[in-house]
């Protein structure tokens, strides 16, 4: 079993910045986060592997930064300028390969305003 401890997260106004953490009780060789606004299906956010390699969904390539410190097996996202339509639920997510075993966090909410 793996528990993810999520943290950051809130209001901000459009434009500014925010940065989500994850931390893992066990090292997990691909973390991302995913988001679910209001009445639309989870999606995407980003991803990363224990060596390092990216994936990013469209709507945040250039703006969003994903980064993990495997020594703390935490995963961080830094959220800069954010848009009122990344307003959502953002869910840390763990997943190993093989087995296919996904792990999900609680949830924190991220609320940009106009």
């Known amino acids: 079993q793996v528990q993810l401890r999520e943290s950051g997260g809130g209001l901000v106004q459009a434009g500014g910045s925010l940065r989500l953490s994850c931390a893992s009780s066990r090292s997990i060789n691909v973390m991302g986060w995913y988001r679910q606004p209001p009445g639309k299906q989870r999606e995407l956010v980003a991803s990363i592997t224990s060596g390092g390699s990216t994936k990013y969904g469209d709507s945040v390539k250039g703006r969003f930064i994903i980064s993990r410190d495997n020594a703390k097996n935490t995963v961080y996202l830094q959220m800069n300028s954010l848009k009122p339509e990344d307003t959502a639920v953002y869910y840390c997510?763990?997943?190993?390969?093989?087995?296919?075993?996904?792990?999900w966090g609680q949830g924190t909410q991220v609320t940009v305003s106009s």
């Open positions: 997510n763990a997943w190993i390969p093989f087995g296919n075993y996904n792990y």
